[in-house]
Structures are given as C-alpha cells and as structure tokens.
C-alpha cells in the first residue's frame, strides 16, 4: 500500500503567517485529498483532486502538487484554521492517509 | 442534506464481535459509495471498505478475513462486522458516503 508522510506533524502559526503542509506518498498517485478536522467533530473534506477547494472552505486555502509531492498551503493564516489536517490518496488501493498535522495558532 | 449517524455499543470484549451500524437520511444507499474508516488514538486513520451502489464490497487487505460491510436498503443503512476484535480495535469508527460526507463517529472501547 501506499504510505503518506506528512510534515510537520506539529507546527504553531501567527495570524497573517502563511503556512504550507506537505504529504508526501511514497509511490506516484494522481491526485491528493485534504481534510480538516477539529477536536470532537468528524473530518470535513476540505480539498479535492489536489486543488479544487471544497464548498465553503475559504480561498486562503490552497492546493498543489503532482507525483509524490503535495502540499496544501494557507496563505494568511487565521484563527479557525487551527485544526488536524489529513492528506489522502485514493488512487491506489486501499485507499490511505496520512498521520495528520496538527496546526495550532501562535 | 446527506446525513449519517453511527450507532452501536461503545465496549466489546476482546475475541467478540464489533457490529457498528449506519444510518443514513437524505440520500440513498443504492446510489455511490458508502465506507467505513477508522480514527485510532493516536490519530491514525485507516478505511476499512465500502459497499457500493450495487452492493458489492471492497476491503483493506488488512482486514480483510475480519471484516463485512452489508446493507439494509428498505432502512437506508449499512452496517460493519468486525470479527474477532482485540484491544488494537479502539477507535473511532465513521461511516461516510465515500468520501465528501461522514458521520460524527461514534467511539469504540475492546476492553475485558
């Protein structure tokens, strides 16, 4: 199966700072899933075939990558980012995520 | 709105069964993809299989001798079977319609 690395597992960020999450695969997939979650709720879809933002997730999110390599990026970080996010690949079988970044505010 | 609700004893015993059930309101199970993952303490997520639309079901290979997904389409639910559950079994078990929407969870205890 393939295994995803995300980095960091933990990182703090100030109000305004931009933040990037990486989820690296360890064989090539075609496209990466995020989510978010926050303590006590369930994980909310949050991006889409590796860029395409979910509905109502703001547009200081974003999405890239190809390969490997993924990364979902906050351009100016705010208060309600702070959450546990997810990569996940369902291009290969079984489907599998990452072991999350917990993203606080500083 | 797609809604799904999780229901099912919070304790099992190490070597019974986990038998965890899926509600769903707002959408029919006899259209795409409805799944099971897991959330273990630590925050690890696993997805342990789907029923599809026709009814035909797909595994993790990890499981795959322990587990069954089935359905109920005139109550719109699906259910899972895990068999033979030890105390690496804690979790949070969700159920979604694969991948956009997902329960709230509901958390399971192996325990003797």
Same mark, same amino acid.
């Given at each position: 199966e393939i295994v995803l690395t995300q980095s960091p597992t933990t990182m703090a960020?100030?109000?305004?700072?931009? $933040?990037?999450?990486?989820?690296?695969? =360890?064989?090539? $997939? =075609? #496209?990466?899933?995020?989510?978010?979650?926050?303590?006590?709720?369930?994980?909310?879809?949050?991006? #889409?075939?590796?860029?395409?933002?979910?509905?109502?997730?703001?547009?200081?999110? =974003?999405?890239?990558?190809?390969?490997?390599?993924y990364s979902l990026t906050i351009s100016s970080m705010e208060a309600e980012d702070a959450a546990t996010y997810y990569c996940l690949q369902r291009s290969s079988y079984p489907p599998t995520f990452g072991g999350g970044t917990k993203l606080e505010l500083k | 709105e797609v809604q799904l609700q999780e229901s099912g004893p919070g304790l099992v015993k190490p070597s019974q069964s986990l038998s965890l059930t899926c509600s769903v309101t707002g959408y029919s199970i006899t259209s795409n993809y409805w799944g099971w993952i897991r959330k273990f303490p630590g925050n690890k997520m696993e997805w342990m299989? /789907?029923?599809? /639309? &026709?009814? &035909?079901? &797909? /595994?993790?290979?990890?499981?795959? &001798? @322990?587990?069954?997904?089935? @359905?109920?389409?005139?109550k719109n639910q699906f259910f899972l079977q895990l068999n033979s559950v030890t105390t690496e079994d804690t979790a949070t078990y969700y159920c979604a319609r694969w991948i956009a929407y997902w329960g709230q969870g509901v958390m399971v205890t192996v325990s003797s």
């Open positions: 960020a100030s109000p305004g700072e931009k $933040v990037t999450i990486t989820c690296r695969a =360890s064989s090539s $997939v =075609s #496209y990466m899933h995020w989510f978010q979650q926050k303590s006590g709720t369930s994980p909310k879809p949050w991006i #889409y075939d590796t860029s395409k933002l979910a509905s109502g997730v703001p547009d200081r999110f =974003s999405g890239s990558g190809s390969g490997t390599s | 299989g /789907y029923i599809s /639309y &026709s009814g &035909s079901t &797909s /595994y993790n290979p990890s499981l795959k &001798s @322990r587990i069954s997904i089935t @359905r109920d389409t005139s």
